[in-house]
């Protein structure tokens, strides 16, 4: 069964870049067809959907966040990795990747 699971740093300052790693087991990130998705929730908001790579390395961005984020791959580890620079205190969210299933969610919070 697939399992996903966020990890990084929970606190990033304001300017810094927000790292974050999507560790996957019960398939392989290059098998035909496997697509893995980054989705945040700020506190108090909805969800919402920031980026996507596919099993082929293509990957599609929010237009509200395409100027600064950045999603990646590591088929050697099945790992799924999310850069967002520039961030901001109302980046502050609980960020998920997902593919099909969630992962458990990491807190992020960008404060001083």
Not at 12 to 21: A, C, E, H
Request: aromatic share 10%.
């Amino acid at each position: 069964q697939v399992q996903l699971q966020e990890s990084g740093p929970g606190l990033v300052k304001p300017s810094q870049t927000l790292s974050l790693t999507c560790a996957i087991s019960g398939v392989s990130i290059a098998s035909n067809g496997y697509y893995c998705t980054w989705i945040r929730q700020p506190p108090g908001k909805g969800l919402e959907w920031m980026a996507v790579i596919a099993y082929s390395g293509d990957s599609y961005y929010s237009p509200s966040l395409r100027s600064r984020t950045s999603i990646s791959r590591d088929a050697s580890k099945n790992q799924i990795f999310l850069q967002l620079r520039s961030a901001t205190p109302e980046d502050t969210a609980v960020y998920y990747c997902a593919s099909g299933v969630w992962g458990q969610g990491t807190q992020v919070t960008v404060a001083s």
